[in-house]
């Protein structure tokens, strides 16, 4: 199947910071890429869509000023978590998906913690 | 999305085959049935997808009764390694504008030695 990276695989920041998480496709070309979120012991849960070169469409109770996402290449796709606080810790996950793909292929998570 | 039901929880011995079932029964015609397993503290993994046949491919089998009701995932010999939660999702085909998948609860399936 193919191949999705996220970096980094795990962060650690203080309260009122701002952290990026990407996300690559690393041998196809991904129009659309989507964003989840997982706490401990539960689901994943979508919280975004983007389409390369478009605005996000965010899932209704996602703040889009909170969670900025930037689709601007085929292959990279960028989550920013922007003044986060410890109700923010958790599991982010990306998936990407293609023209050249017969399926959605999620991203190993990058685990959040703020402080 | 049509909604999904499995059991929360199952276990199997290593070696023998592992079925996990899947109720959908308000499937629609364009929907197909899609599987992932999701390993502790990993990103999901793709497994398996079928509109009305029966599929397979290195990782598993996938049964689809013939009113596409509900659904088998096998995993012929299970091994130590299968422990993971598997969701069942039923959604369109991939390009259609509706592509995004919604997760449900899924199976914890936990294999025994």
């Known amino acids: 199947g193919a191949v999705v990276s996220q970096h980094p695989s795990w962060v650690i920041c203080k309260s009122g910071t701002s952290v990026k998480i990407e996300c690559r496709s690393l041998?196809?070309?991904?129009?659309?890429m989507f964003w989840y979120r997982q706490f401990p012991k539960q689901s994943l849960m979508l919280m975004a869509t983007s389409n390369e070169g478009s605005k996000a469409t965010y899932e209704q109770g996602v703040e889009k000023d909170k969670f900025l996402i930037n689709h601007a290449s085929l292959t990279l796709s960028t989550l920013t978590v922007t003044s986060a606080h410890p109700e923010d810790s958790s599991f982010y996950i990306c998936s990407a998906t293609g023209q050249s793909t017969d399926t959605q292929y999620f991203g190993p998570g990058t685990r959040l913690t703020v402080l | 999305d049509a909604k999904t039901t499995q059991p929360t929880s199952m276990d199997c011995a290593e070696g023998r085959a592992a079925n996990l079932p899947c109720n959908h029964s308000t499937i629609s015609g364009n929907e197909y049935v899609y599987w992932y397993r999701q390993i502790h503290s990993q990103g999901p993994q793709y497994i398996i997808h079928?509109?009305?046949n029966n599929e397979t491919n290195e990782m598993a089998s996938l049964i689809i009764t013939e009113d596409r009701k509900s659904s088998t995932l096998i995993l012929p010999h299970a091994t130590l390694r299968d422990t993971a939660v598997y969701y069942c999702i039923v959604r369109p085909h991939l390009y259609s504008s509706a592509s995004k998948i919604i997760f449900g609860s899924g199976t914890r399936l936990s294999i025994r030695p």
């Open positions: 041998d196809f070309q991904a129009t659309t």
């Open positions: 079928g509109l009305k």
